[in-house]
């Protein structure tokens, strides 16, 4: 439990201090006409309460990631604590600002653009490219996979493809819900139902949280037990439990979804609480559910307890969705039918929800940069009907080996945002105030913040792409060579910046 209280301890004082110094750094300016004022379309841009603005972000950013995501980390043990802290103050939520906070300055704009418009052309295509494919697949798994369960609970027509049954009416309704919330004006679905599931989902936590720390049952993973690996299948704990816990850490999914929130703000002051706040709130989330999955499973008749007990869980469901198995023995048995009602909740209406978002964010992208006005209705079909054509055809194909990059795919967005911080940073660090014409010190040096965090997540993605099964798949001894790949990769772009920087 002591490990638990210092690292909740930790977040809340990471967002008090180290998010107000990142606030400072950035430079907010609180007189600044945002572009939800300056570009009111009522589709896209539309002001917002701050409250409404924070929950339907945390929804978007969060969804099942820091939950799944957190119970797939444990596995590694109690190392998975300190990347959560850690990653979530120093990463996640630099990332989460820089990306909210350079839409708005930038008028709004989507990912790619921000990015290329620090890194260059060709940055922006490939950006736009990496982008687009990440919200489409993310898309596709959370219209089906919530479709399977929904199957199950209310059984609907189905259609054999493939040597499956697909839940096809329960795709089509899902589908249809998409389609509304991809079109219709941010306001009239996401801003008014979204706030009412980011409530529940925190709710959720909260409840597991005080039912956990007054339980009577096993101890909860301490740092003291050990930062070995736990994990039998031999895999490292670098990279891969920096991949596995993405969302409650670090994840470019949230660069994607910031720029539509980014929209909505009325004023600057606004950004550190809901994008680096809600980066924080879910880290929070990750480690409740982390200390939970590691805590609640113990078999004393076999000496298992903890983490071992958690292995002895998977072991016992093998092929099954752990983690789906784990949200709903947990929330049933310490928050009885509440937590099963919220269970459900989490397992299938936070996907929907992510899905929608990430569709819709796929249609900013395509509109910023064929510059096609939102406002008229027409215009957003003309975009969103090949999307939507997109989506339901990979439904229909099983790309399981395709949908492990995805974890990839979503860090090295979470790098590139990183590095065109860490450019933005740096030029306005240098640029002198209006009052002393000389840049002060803090800001000069300001882009470590998103330096130091870019160079740790490039070590990560390239070392991840060699060394992990769905990759190149080194073998244990040749791992060394995934490790000087990915340091000399980092160096490179190391050495890069810091020419671009004394041509500056």
Not at 295 to 321: C, M, R, S, V, W
Request: with cysteine; net charge neutral; glycine share 10%.
């Amino acid at each position: 439990m002591i490990t638990f209280i210092i690292a909740l301890i930790a977040l809340v004082a990471g967002y008090l201090l180290y998010g107000t110094f990142v606030e400072r750094i950035f430079g907010i300016d609180p007189d600044a006409k945002t572009p939800a004022l300056t570009k009111t379309d009522g589709v896209d841009f539309v002001p917002m309460s701050g409250w409404r603005i924070f929950l339907v972000q945390f929804l978007n950013i969060a969804g099942l990631g820091p939950i799944f995501g957190a119970i797939m980390g444990i596995f590694f043990g109690p190392a998975a604590f300190l990347w959560i802290v850690f990653g979530t103050i120093f990463a996640g939520g630099v990332h989460d600002y820089l990306s909210g906070m350079l839409s708005l300055r930038k008028g709004g704009v989507s990912l790619p653009e921000i990015v290329g418009s620090e890194l260059g052309s060709g940055v922006r295509v490939f950006m736009r490219v990496l982008s687009l494919v990440l919200l489409l697949l993310l898309t596709t798994t959370f219209l089906s996979g919530p479709a399977t369960l929904l199957q199950g609970l209310a059984p609907l027509n189905t259609l054999p493809f493939q040597g499956r049954m697909l839940p096809i009416a329960w795709v089509l309704i899902i589908f249809a819900y998409y389609a509304l919330a991809t079109v219709l004006p941010v306001d009239k679905l996401i801003g008014r139902f979204y706030p009412i599931f980011g409530g529940m989902l925190l709710f959720m936590g909260v409840g597991i949280m005080i039912v956990m720390l007054g339980w009577h049952g096993q101890e909860m993973p301490e740092l003291a037990d050990g930062l070995y690996n736990r994990k039998a299948d031999g895999l490292p704990i670098f990279p891969m439990m920096f991949v596995s816990i993405a969302c409650g850490a670090i994840s470019g999914f949230h660069g994607t979804q910031s720029p539509i929130m980014s929209r909505c703000l009325t004023n600057e002051r606004q950004g550190r609480w809901i994008f680096y706040g809600a980066m924080v709130a879910e880290g929070i989330l990750a480690l409740i559910w982390a200390a939970a999955a590691g805590t609640f499973f113990a078999d004393p008749e076999n000496g298992l307890y903890g983490i071992d007990g958690l292995q002895a869980f998977a072991a016992q469901h093998k092929g099954e969705n752990i983690a789906a198995l784990v949200v709903d023995t947990v929330s049933r048995s310490w928050l009885g039918t509440v937590g099963g009602i919220l269970a459900i909740i989490g397992v299938i209406a936070a996907p929907i929800t992510s899905g929608d978002t990430a569709l819709r964010s796929a249609r900013l992208i395509v509109a910023d940069f064929l510059h096609i006005d939102q406002k008229p209705r027409l215009n957003r079909l003309y975009i969103a009907l090949p999307l939507f054509a997109c989506v339901f055809g990979m439904v229909f194909v099983n790309f399981d080996v395709v949908w492990r990059y995805f974890s990839w795919t979503n860090q090295t967005l979470a790098m590139f945002t990183l590095w065109a911080g860490t450019v933005w940073l740096y030029k306005n660090g240098h640029e002198p105030s209006a009052a002393s014409h000389q840049p002060s010190g803090i800001r000069r040096y300001g882009y470590l913040i998103a330096l130091i965090p870019a160079l740790f997540m490039t070590m990560v993605s390239v070392s991840y792409i060699l060394i992990a099964p769905e990759g190149f798949h080194l073998p244990v001894e040749l791992r060394w060579i995934g490790y000087a790949a990915a340091a000399v990769v980092t160096c490179v772009l190391l050495v890069l910046f810091a020419r671009w920087a004394k041509k500056m």
